[in-house]
């Protein structure tokens, strides 16, 4: 689903990227350089992979509670059809802030990874580090008023997370269970 996914990511961009181009003269046209489009570009056909790293970290049981959470937050956003950056209103560059909001939290759940961990999952971590700096770099083309309300769901998600695993110590629940 995820190759479908990265698969229709691309289709869009081949189809709009004079769409993008004209987006980012018309807001940033300081910033508008090949650079800045690849950046973007690769931004968000980037997800999908990123995506596919977190579950299957999920799948493996390498997620702690709060991170189970966070990805989950995940997932639901990106399934929401109504979200900051509507694609029926920006095309391929509407996926900007699903690329966004996969990137600051997937930084999130990645700092608490060893990349030996990863790696012996045969995940590129030079793509997953290159991924995250395109986070910083691909940032400022968000329109600020939707990239703090980005921001603000990050840290409500964060400490919904945290509030949740502190009442509910989900090891605590499971060693009653088990012993």
Not at 67 to 94: A, I, M, R, T
Not at 104 to 112: P, R
């Amino acid at each position: 689903m995820l190759e479908a996914f990265y698969n229709q990511l691309q289709l869009e961009y081949e189809k709009e990227k004079d769409q993008i181009r004209d987006f980012m003269n018309k807001n940033h046209p300081s910033l508008l350089t090949e650079s800045s489009i690849t950046a973007i570009r690769d931004f968000i056909l980037g997800m999908p992979l990123i995506i596919r790293i977190l579950n299957t970290l999920q799948m493996k049981n390498m997620l702690n509670s709060e991170e189970k959470l966070l990805y989950g937050f995940l997932v639901s956003y990106l399934l929401e059809p109504n979200d900051l950056l509507p694609k029926n209103q920006y095309g391929f560059f509407g996926y900007l802030d699903d690329a966004y909001l996969t990137g600051i939290i997937s930084k999130n759940i990645f700092a608490g990874k060893k990349l030996s961990d990863l790696e012996d999952l045969s995940f590129d971590t030079d793509l997953i580090n290159h991924y995250l700096a395109l986070l910083d770099r691909t940032k400022i083309f968000i329109p600020q008023d939707i990239r703090e309300k980005l921001d603000n769901t990050y840290k409500d998600a964060i400490n919904m997370a945290l509030g949740i695993t502190r009442q509910i110590n989900i090891e605590e629940i499971e060693k009653n269970l088990f012993n």
